[in-house]
Nanobody, 123 residues
């Protein structure tokens, strides 16, 4: 059973940066893709970034492209989300996600979820 534990959330001022981590265990990650989603109060959970564990190819929606960077450390089984030039609208609970195979770009495609970490961006 895959387990995901997020960390690194907190309060940051607009324009600042934050790095989230997701420690993964219990799976054969070479054949998986990892991703990040976020959910703001009263809104649906949305896709933020994804990376193929093997090869490291990444994928982002336009809303964060150029500001967010996803990366992974194979030795540590950890995925990171570097968030730069943060905006108040980036405030949300950020969830780590795993999909067997290709990018987890939609909620319905995710096989496993972490419990989330809260990011609050003040104006």
């Amino acid at each position: 059973q895959v387990q995901l534990v997020e960390s690194g959330g907190g309060l940051v001022q607009a324009g600042g940066s934050l790095r989230l981590s997701c420690a993964a265990s219990g799976g054969t990650f070479k054949s998986y893709a990892m991703g990040w989603f976020r959910q703001a109060p009263g809104k649906e959970r949305e896709f933020v970034a994804a990376i193929l564990w093997s090869g490291g190819l990444t994928y982002y929606p336009d809303s964060v492209k150029g500001r967010f960077i996803i990366s992974r450390d194979n030795a540590k089984n950890t995925v990171y989300l570097q968030m730069n030039r943060l905006k108040p609208e980036d405030t949300a609970v950020y969830y780590c996600a795993v999909r067997r195979g290709s990018y987890p770009t939609a909620v319905a495609l995710v096989d496993w979820w972490g419990k989330g970490t809260l990011v609050t961006v003040s104006s």
